[in-house]
Nanobody, 117 residues
């Protein structure tokens, strides 16, 4: 069983920055993709950014140029550096790990990010 624990959420003013971290524990198979999704009430969960164990990244158009996803394979961790935050970035951010080619798909409990003036 894989567990994902997020940290780093909080309240920030527009234009500010936050860094989210997610640590995975348990038996982690490769190849896999680790990433971040976000959800606001009444809307579906959406992909923010993801990175494969080989370092290939994928970003939502709305965060390109502002957010950077990275990972440390030795630590089984994934990070999301969020810069130039906007009011629309307010959401619960969830860490995800998906083992490619299998049904194994894991989620963290989420961390709240609030952008407010």
């Amino acid at each position: 069983q894989v567990q994902l624990v997020e940290s780093g959420g909080g309240v920030v003013q527009p234009g500010g920055s936050l860094r989210l971290s997610c640590a995975a524990s348990g038996t982690i198979f490769i190849p896999n993709v680790m990433g971040w999704y976000r959800q606001v009430p009444g809307k579906e969960r959406e992909l923010v950014a993801a990175i494969t164990d080989g370092g290939r990244t994928n970003y939502a158009d709305s965060v390109k140029g502002r957010f950077t996803v990275s990972r440390d394979n030795a630590e089984n961790s994934v990070y999301l550096q969020m810069n130039s935050l906007e009011l629309e970035d307010t959401a619960v951010y969830y860490c995800n790990l998906r083992v490619i080619g299998t049904r194994y798909n894991y989620w963290g409990l989420g961390t709240q990010v609030t952008v407010s003036s």
